[in-house]
């Protein structure tokens, strides 16, 4: 039986499903918590996906698993679970970041700190501009900058590291 | 009638306008950029001509390129849609250079109205008040010291601006720094200028606007009023016509007053007049939209008529049938914009490739969409992805259906706006119509956008989500859904879904 293991925010789940027929047992096992075991009646087609559980209550999914993780959508709401890496913890996990990536494709506008530089939590670090509207880069923690990567005018893709951040420097500065 | 047009922009106004086009048997061309090849506007056109690389100031802003493909595939007018070039005076003086007709107001209209000085000094002529301020600004002391004559909070905006694009709101004298400083960079950025002015913030007001059309005979008509005053960061998000605060003498002297401006400023074909309304019914002019707008389904469906048509009609010389204003709306319409951004992470955009996409099909449910199952999604253009319209004979009726058809779309493969939208259009605010200009912001300060709890039967459907065609490694013909991720074996999403070249790339 395959485990597949999916983090969404700070929860991070490991499943397994054992199909019989319609049904289906889905083993959970959910870190910080015991295993337990989800009942239901399942049908696909395609990435539609029908369960109902053992009250009776039926809804209807749309699922896709991607590269990086699965999407699941019902009834308006839409959320994608990402592949969690063995022991890794999920994305979302700001705490103990040391890196500030740029969220979106765009162009620095403005860098505010320098290396070496004490920075506050949620404290403006630089301005990208993409479709033509500024979009914040803000620092996830109390720190120290260890290394700006990016300078004004540059060019930046989703992802990529606008600053470091000194990996220690968080509990002696962070007072909340 | 025309015998081709080409379409000068892309999504789900291409999309829409080359729908009208070929209904009226007008053979068309659509232009797009490199990475938009297989764009649902492009699919749709009789010809297509590729303009140039993503970016959009090397394809859709390149007027030359634009005249060139208008000429080579033998067009003989063109449609700006909304955005990129469709405010461009210059845009439209080369057309007209070029022998072509521009579908939209003439270039005297839209440097005049387009320049919100000029365009305040028409109002007046009109004998109708405009919001108060509205002086340029040469520095940031003077934006200081006009901020304080008028009261604040105030507004500053580009002049040439549009789309809250170069806009902010300053509360605070200590604000008007960075407020400067900020909205000139993004003027400069998105309109290359920054011409900047102030004007007075009205609390509470409604933003409400009237569409008209003109013909080149003299006729000019207004329609039934349209309420946007959900936006977000001046982004409009719903907009609805009726609007719960206007009645019928009121919308009378607001058509009376749209069509005055309009025969002011000399204006033939669609565009929009927009208000401000304060507590008391008192409406105050903002500026005019020179071009078919975002939200203008709207008002087709409460009038029964399709504003393309008439913007193309009026274009070929034809005389509206109707002349002043209009009868009262029929019925009630609700649209929703569905955006690729993230609510839970301050409503970035998103991007990546949608890998199932269904639609709400049901009675009284328009959707203008511009993607299509495979379409990718990038940072390059406008975030949004398409405009889901629901009309029913009262509001509270066109309410619960918008609600429902949001509950029935699905966008897999990109983040999006949707659950928000669903939870604004639920919100008892709405629901009771109390809609003004500052309520997204105040929701969102209340009741800021949460992660949605995820359940074990969640879980269930993701343990059991088959791999998408497109991702990667695992994209091969056998483990690819059966039906392409769409349960209707008929629907056109299915064949455009995989869409691929015959011949591997050289």
């Given amino acids: 039986m395959k485990t597949l293991r999916l983090a969404s925010g700070d929860r991070l789940f490991e499943l397994a499903v054992e199909r019989h027929q319609d049904a289906c047992d889905l083993v959970i096992r959910e870190e910080g ?4 075991v989800f009942h239901a009646s399942a049908h696909t ?17 749309a699922g896709i698993r991607d590269r990086g993780g699965v999407w699941v959508a019902w009834r308006g709401n839409t959320v994608y679970l990402e592949l969690a890496k063995g022991g890794s913890r999920g994305i979302g996990d700001h705490t103990r970041a040391s890196e500030v990536a740029a969220p979106i494709n765009g162009r620095v506008v403005e860098v505010r700190v320098t290396a070496g530089q004490r920075v506050a939590r949620g404290q403006v670090l630089g301005l990208l501009e993409a479709m033509k509207t500024e979009v914040r880069l803000e620092a996830p923690r109390a720190a120290v900058i260890t290394e700006v990567a990016i300078a004004p005018g540059d060019l930046v893709d989703l992802g990529q590291i606008a600053f470091r951040l000194d990996p220690n420097s968080s509990e002696e500065l962070d007072e909340e | 009638m025309f015998d081709c047009i080409l379409v000068a922009n892309r999504g789900e106004i291409a999309v829409r306008i080359l729908r009208t086009a070929r209904e009226l048997g007008v053979r068309t061309v659509a232009v797009h950029s490199e990475i938009d090849a ?65 579908i939209g107001p003439g270039p005297a209209a839209i440097r005049a109205m387009g320049d919100k000085t000029r365009a305040r000094a028409i109002a007046a002529r009109a004998g109708v008040a405009s919001v108060p301020g509205g002086a340029g600004l040469a520095s940031a002391a003077e934006l ?15 002049a040439a601006g549009g789309g809250g694009k170069g806009m902010r709101r300053i509360d605070r004298l200590a604000e008007v720094d960075d407020a400067w400083a900020a909205a000139r960079r993004e003027a400069k950025a998105a309109f290359g200028d920054d ?5 007075k913030l009205l609390y509470p007001a409604r933003h409400v606007e009237i569409q008209i059309v003109a013909d080149q005979h003299g006729r000019v008509c207004a329609f039934a009023e349209r309420e946007c005053s ?21 919308r009378e002297r607001m058509q009376e007053a749209a069509c005055a401006i309009a025969r002011e400023a000399g204006y033939v074909n669609a565009g929009t007049l927009e208000f401000l309304v304060d507590q008391s019914g008192a409406y105050y002019f903002l500026e005019m939209n020179t071009r078919l707008q975002v939200e203008h389904p709207v008002t087709e469906l409460v009038s029964d008529l399709d504003l393309v048509r008439l913007q193309l009609e009026i274009a070929a010389g034809g005389p509206l049938s109707a002349n002043g204003t209009r009868s009262a709306p029929r019925g009630h319409a609700i649209e929703a914009r569905l955006y690729a951004e993230d609510p839970e992470r301050g409503f970035l955009p998103t991007s990546g490739r949608i890998a199932v996409l269904e639609w709400p099909r049901m009675p009284g449910i328009r959707v203008d969409a511009g993607i299509h199952e495979g379409s990718a999604i990038s940072s390059y253009y406008d975030p949004m992805l398409a405009k889901i319209i629901a009309w029913a004979p009262q509001r509270e009726h066109t309410r619960r259906r918008l609600v429902s058809a949001l509950e029935d779309t699905v966008v897999l493969g990109v983040k999006t706006n949707q659950a928000f939208l669903r939870d604004l259009l639920e919100d008892r605010t709405f629901a009771c119509g109390a809609t003004f200009t500052h309520t997204v912001e105040e929701w969102l300060r209340e009741e800021p956008p949460k992660h949605v709890v995820i359940d074990d039967a969640v879980l269930l459907a993701a343990a059991l989500a088959p791999p998408a065609a497109s991702a990667g490694a695992g994209g091969t013909a056998e483990n690819r859904p059966a039906l392409g991720g769409s349960p209707d074996p008929y629907s056109p999403w299915r064949t455009v879904g995989h869409w691929r070249g015959l011949e591997p790339p050289p």
């Fill in chain 2, 195 to 199: 011409t900047m002015l102030v004007e």
């Fill in chain 1, 33 to 36: 918590e015991g295993p337990r």
């Fill in chain 2, 38 to 102: 297989t764009a649902p506007h492009v699919l749709l056109a009789d010809r297509a001509c590729c303009i140039g690389p993503a970016g959009a100031s090397d394809s859709y802003l390149c007027i030359d390129k634009l005249i060139d493909a208008a000429r080579s595939h033998g067009a003989c007018a063109v449609h700006p849609g909304y955005g990129f070039l469709s405010e461009n005076a210059d845009f439209a003086d080369a057309c007209i250079d070029a022998g072509l007709t521009w």
């Fill in chain 2, 230 to 250: 959900l936006q977000r960061r001046h982004q409009k998000i719903i907009e609805e016509s009726p609007s719960t605060a206007v009645d019928a003498e009121l």
């Fill in chain 2, 144 to 158: 200081a010291r006009t901020a304080q004559e008028l009261g604040l909070p105030v507004l500053l905006k580009a």
């Fill in chain 1, 45 to 61: 087609l395609g990435s539609r996906i029908f369960i109902r559980d053992s009250a009776g209550n039926g809804c209807l999914y």
